[in-house]
């Protein structure tokens, strides 16, 4: 069971204690912060290591991985390391070739149209398949050992099936609402397919030592509260109920999820994040403190000035306010060519609001 919020005002918390504090809506010395895509293309460091190998190779390699990972934690020493990896993985395991063209995103293939292609897909053994990412995890709880959070991921069940539907990014999503609403049997058989592999797959890294899950569905917003009731609810309640059952806190982040706030606290996780477009006043009267929230700056600010970027952090902050169950983060995740100085610029002044 989820910890009630305490009265007392800690001093002087590891990032690790103040981000699973935060997460359970207990009182922290001041909100954490991390930053979705924190490792990745916006630092130099970076690309002197993508050289070595493609992006799922580098994904594969857990040397490789795990350096990438601690990479914005030397630099900013942020609250919680994401595990670098992809929400693509487990696809890949289930028998997809996955691969990523520069500036064109992943390709999937052969694309699922038809209840033939999704019977091909096949369970995998998370250790032998996957076990790269378990030995990245291990990899950096040695390097950052009790001060930082380890954060494992997955992505959600709609976001990975349109994925393989579509076979790569979509604005529409005309194949994968085809399949849903067209061929709704077809439809279930596939995200009853990826909860079942991803359940164990969220295990395997809680074992390796990540603090904190995360279930990323980036395409959950393009759907109707209605239908994602209908069809979404069922799989994902069953995917959030086995994910917290392993014993750590999960976040469930929908990018546009404005009209589906109380659905997705209805859904049971300890953490709900929120995008740019969602007001945190709004957010916390609709859900009340069911969850606590993460967010929300606009991952475009960071495009602006560093004053302005210092103005608009501490905006967000306030809008969020002292109450116990907030977590700093973006609106979605950090863009490629953001200033380095900009997100440096959002990091200290999070970090200025602490209790001495």
Known sequence: ???????????GLSGRERMLRAARRQPVDGPPVWIMRQAGRYLPEYHEIR???????????AERAAEITCQPIRRFGMDAAVIFSDILVP???MGMDVSFEEGKGPRVQPALRSRADVDRLHAFDPEEDTGFLADAIRRVRKEVGAEQAIIGFCGAPFTTASYMIEGQSSRNFENTKAMLHGDP???RELLDKIVDALIPYLGMQVDAGADVLQIFDSW???LSAATYRESLFPPMERLVCATKALGCPVILYVNGDSHL???LADLGPDVIGIDWRVDPTDARARI???TALQG???PSALFAPAETVVRMTEETLDRFGDAPGHIFNLGSGVLPKTPVECVQAVIETVQRRRNP
Not at 1 to 11: A, G, R, S, Y
Request: proline share 5%.
């Open 261 to 263: 706030l109380e659905l």
């Open 288 to 290: 009340g403190d069911r």
């Open 296 to 298: 929300n700056l606009d």
């Open 220 to 222: 959950g917003g393009a």
């Open 1 to 11: 069971m989820t910890d009630q919020p305490k009265t007392d005002h800690p001093e």
């Open 91 to 93: 696809a890949e395991a």
């Open 51 to 61: 050289q070595l190998g493609s992006f799922m190779e580098t994904c594969r390699h």
């Open 185 to 187: 049997e077809t439809f």
